[in-house]
């Protein structure tokens, strides 16, 4: 490895100051506005579609890394993997925080109103949000590091098995109770595909730094409450 | 000798069962407790629902009675272990871990499933509705079905949640979530047994797989939990 810590820590900052930018031209002046399907009319709303989907994926994202920490964790009791996994805990929910906010604004100007429970992405996100809020709770009323550490990672590999079977289940309510029309992003037209897939890299970027700060900030406070056990 | 050793494993599996229903035959304040907290909770949605409850409405509240009556009793699961001590006791036995997942797990759905079936006659007779004893049968398997899915993730998190500082108040939070597929599915199964319409196939199925999952990934990580 050429790269030191810091040469790859600016060489992220840099694609994701960057990267941020042309991606809110991609969006905003390069990708033509959909066509709304109710209407035939231009659908600016359809905008945040792009951002939407980019941190749903970016949530789904931390949460797998959750897992696969949680894994190595119980296999190699490693610190690092625990740390790992908490923090990617804590931003996922944020992202899936983010994807409750804007899913709902774009269902609005789809479907009419806020919210639908046959939806089963949207659903999903809820159920993960909830998942990986009480995953929080649990690391936050462990004091013991060790059982702390072995109690989230049992929890993040439950929880994580559980996201496809609920996928699943929300689908198959789905067809038992009437579906509104639903918005599938295949019919993307080229322009548009680029800028969506644009900002699911830049989004992706945003989590690897989040997480390496994340991270950091961990290790060094832990750090720091060692030197105070011992002064 | 794999023959004798898997018959070993259901003994010593049943013996820990046995051990809770004698506790529980003491003093039956857990299948007290969850009984009336099942049926209160039929009362309340009721009234909630103006005693107009079609068939979906009434499988609903069935089983969400059912859900929140077993928290109750997957609370007390580890909580009069660790009160006790007899924790300790339980991780000398010199046995497979698993054993003790797996007499906690059967002990608490024998515990739920009976608190079903006694509520059953009853729910028939407060909602006017015959059809609930007509297919005993299909109704007991969903019933266990849907209850092993909720006991089996239900015993590992008791395990986990007995050891925090929030206990009981944790346990329903993180068990909820997860077992929402299962809820969902077997309210339109039981739907469907009270009123058949559509096709229930794929929910069987659906909750099938969840309990394997959930039998095999918790037998797997419940040596983690309770590792001193």
């Known amino acids: 490895m050429g790269l030191d810590r810091k040469t790859l820590d600016m060489v992220l900052y840099g694609i994701l100051l960057l990267g941020m930018f042309i991606s809110l031209y991609l969006i905003f002046l390069y990708a033509p506005p959909a066509v709304n399907p109710t209407n035939n009319q231009p659908w600016y709303e359809q905008k945040i579609f792009y951002v939407h989907v980019s941190s749903a994926w970016t949530g789904f994202l931390a949460f797998l890394v959750v897992a696969v920490a949680s894994i190595i964790f119980l296999k190699k009791e490693s610190h690092l993997a625990d740390v790992v996994a908490q923090v990617s805990a804590e931003i996922g929910v944020i992202f899936t925080t983010l994807t409750l906010i804007s899913g709902p604004l774009w269902a609005k100007s789809f479907w009419g109103k806020y919210w639908d429970w046959s939806e089963p992405r949207l659903v999903t996100a809820l159920i993960l949000w909830f998942l990986y809020v009480g995953y929080l709770i649990l690391r936050s009323s462990v004091g013991e590091d060790v059982r702390r550490a072995r109690f989230a990672a049992v929890f993040g590999i439950i929880a994580f098995l559980d996201v496809p079977i609920v996928f699943l289940s929300v689908r198959w309510y789905r067809a038992s109770h009437p579906p509104l029309l639903v918005f599938e992003p295949g019919g993307l037209d080229p322009q548009m595909k680029f800028a969506f897939f644009f900002t699911l890299f830049v989004f992706t970027v945003f989590y690897v730094v989040l997480l390496r700060n994340g991270i950091r900030i961990k290790l060094l406070s832990d750090k720091l409450n060692r030197l105070k056990e011992v002064i | ?228």
């Open chain 2, 1 to 228: 000798m794999g023959r004798t050793a898997r018959v070993g494993f259901l003994r010593q599996v049943l013996y820990i069962v046995a051990k809770d229903f004698r506790a529980e035959l003491r003093t039956k304040e857990l299948f007290n407790s969850m009984f009336l907290f099942a049926l209160l909770a039929l009362v309340i949605f009721n009234f909630s629902f103006a005693g107009k409850m079609p068939v979906r409405i009434l499988a609903g509240a069935m089983w969400v009675s059912f859900l929140f009556a077993s928290v109750l009793g997957l609370n007390r699961s580890f909580v009069k272990e660790h009160e006790k001590g007899s924790i300790e006791g339980l991780l000398v036995i010199p046995c497979d871990r698993s054993v003790i997942y797996f007499g906690k797990l059967l002990g608490n759905l024998l515990f739920i499933f009976l608190v079903e079936i006694v509520s059953l006659p009853l729910i028939s007779v407060f909602f006017s509705r015959n059809e609930i004893l007509q297919k005993p049968l299909q109704l007991s398997g969903i019933l266990v079905l849907g209850s092993l899915a909720i006991s089996s993730v239900g015993t590992i998190l008791s395990a986990i949640t007995v050891n925090t500082r929030t206990r009981e108040l944790l346990l329903p939070i993180l068990l909820f979530p997860l077992v929402l597929p299962v809820l969902i599915g077997a309210v339109e199964v039981t739907a469907y047994i009270f009123q058949p319409k559509g096709t229930i196939s794929q929910w069987i199925r659906l909750i099938a797989i969840y309990d394997i999952i959930f039998l095999l990934v918790p037998y797997l990580l419940f040596d983690y939990v309770v590792e001193e």
